[in-house]
């Protein structure tokens, strides 16, 4: 699963997307995020306040309960600033 | 048509192949956004980060969905991304109609929703420093508006 | 800035004269009203007569009733008069601020008092005939509704 | 008194501005429209609809009741369209 950050994400993370892999019965967004989150300091810092994080998954927005496929490409960010 | 580009655009080379020929246009609204100072600092660049592909989706409905709401003869939705200067044109958005209201309502439409469905993000190098800039309420308040009208 | 002339303008060329080299502006809107072809009828042209003198008078003057009550940093108006062609360019409305909401405001303003206080008449000449074009009671409840907002 | 026309008033009177000297007591628009309207059967048909009217003097909009004075530049024309 490739998951993509923007903007400070990004930033803070380190990188623009990374491939994990994890296990079969993170099936949602919420529990990915959880399962981020645990990754390292750097992903608990950059994904702190679930409240104003956006997401994407295969390039659409959804919510943070949307279900997740093998294969789908996430992406997470901070509220856009466009136009 | 959309276009997501870091080169420049010419507004009135736009504008004339979007609408020169035709004579069924009596309305046409342009709106250019511009890289501005700060109110209290030297800014010396912002970067504009997109998400390739999802912009361009996303552009696209958004267009759709004033085509649809607006009586439009013709769209046209320019997007730039990377560093720009202050000064420098951010964003074009063209509507084109029989009547004025219409070219006005759907310019202004457009330019609500892409300030919160178009994965832009902004980055603000200045003297005080370099700040993502944060999204305004006003901008989430502006598109509800239209979706209690509708 | 207001203007009346009977030459074409270049609304790439005008926005840049107007805005170009500026920091302060974050939002430029541009109306531009072109000459429609009849719903029922082959137009072969539109001439525009006006009143010299009071034409520039009455666009001054709602020129400074946009500075007085949008937030501008810069306005422009062009109103062309004369014969002019389907297609062609009639009128050219600038706004430009820090912010979108008072650029798009204050254009779709000076739009709504431009077409009932600026003393212009349009003649239409079709195949079926040459007509004066009469005023739409729609442009008099346009203005009326920034009367109540004031 | 200076009196100008526009649009299709102008093409029926055939003129697009004439003097006139209408006598001492004609001292408001209402007065004056009624003194033109008797100038010729082409003045009464330009002149027949009062409330379409619309009534310039010295190049500011008036209403109808407005007065007069001498030397003024009066225009009456047909509801505009411009912009």
């Known amino acids: 699963m490739n998951i993509h950050y923007f903007a400070w994400m990004r930033e803070q993370i380190g990188k623009s997307v990374e491939t994990e892999s994890p296990p079969a019965h993170i099936d949602n967004i919420d529990d990915l995020l959880d399962w981020l989150t645990n990754l390292s300091p750097a992903h608990a810092e950059a994904l702190a306040d679930r409240t104003i994080i956006g997401v994407a998954v295969n390039k659409e927005f959804v919510e943070p309960g949307a279900k997740l496929e093998d294969g789908d490409e996430v992406a997470l960010f901070p509220p856009i600033t466009g136009g | ?150």
């Open chain 2, 1 to 150: 048509m959309i276009r997501v580009q870091a080169e420049d655009f010419d507004v009135g080379a736009e504008m004339a192949a979007l609408t020169g020929a035709r004579k069924d246009i009596g309305a046409v609204v342009n709106f250019i956004g511009k890289v501005r100072d700060l109110e209290d600092g030297a800014l010396s660049a912002m970067t504009l980060e997109h998400y390739p592909g999802m912009t361009e989706k996303m552009l696209a409905d958004i267009e759709a969905q004033a085509l649809e709401r607006f009586d439009l003869q013709e769209t046209l939705i320019v997007h730039r991304y990377g560093k720009l200067e202050p000064g420098a044109q951010i964003v074009l958005v063209i509507t084109a109609s029989a009547h004025r209201q219409a070219a006005f309502e759907a310019c202004a439409f457009l330019m609500d929703w892409l300030k919160t469905k178009a994965p832009f993000w902004k980055l603000e190098e200045s003297d005080k420093g370099r700040t993502w800039v944060e999204a305004k309420q006003a901008d989430n308040d502006a598109v509800d508006r239209w979706q209690e009208q509708s």
